[in-house]
């Protein structure tokens, strides 16, 4: 199945045929940042499915675990798209606040719990990590 989505502008868009292959909610300190809120959310596909109609800029950083993260984001409007993770370079993890229909989605794992602020309440029937 064929999913859309686009950075707020609209100057990047993308398609990414397939389903996830894992769905993920994350509250480091590094997600929680990148976003401005509570926690990160992805959907991770193959990244040989994934079609992107332009240029991203990309910022890289070092994960605690000593993987490199390179993110991509529109330079225009500067929504956070994509990332990538070293340790998995055949996978991208997708934002998904940027699909056009993301009602699919359903997190299956929610990580950095110990770095989860108060305020950002979790579905406590899906199953958590303190850490990853």
């Known amino acids: ?7 707020h502008c609209g100057d990047v868009s993308y398609e990414v045929n397939g389903e ?11 997600c929680r940042r990148i976003t401005g809120t509570g926690h990160n959310v992805q959907a991770f596909f193959n990244s040989d499915d994934l079609n992107i109609s332009d240029k991203t800029a990309t910022h890289e ?4 675990a000593g993987n490199i993260r390179t ?19 055949n996978t991208v ?5 940027s699909f056009d229909d993301s009602s ?21 029937s899906i199953k958590t990590h303190k850490l990853m």
């Open 20 to 30: 996830p292959t894992r769905m993920a909610q994350c509250h480091c300190n590094a």
């Open 71 to 89: 993110r991509h984001f529109c330079p225009n409007c500067g929504s956070r798209l994509f990332s990538y993770n070293s340790k998995t370079p």
């Open 61 to 64: 950083s070092t994960s605690d």
């Open 104 to 124: 699919w989605f359903k997190p299956e794992l929610i990580v950095y719990v110990s770095q989860r602020p108060n305020w950002d309440i979790i579905d406590e």
């Open 93 to 97: 993890g997708i934002s998904v606040g």
């Open 1 to 7: 199945m064929t999913k859309t989505g686009h950075c």
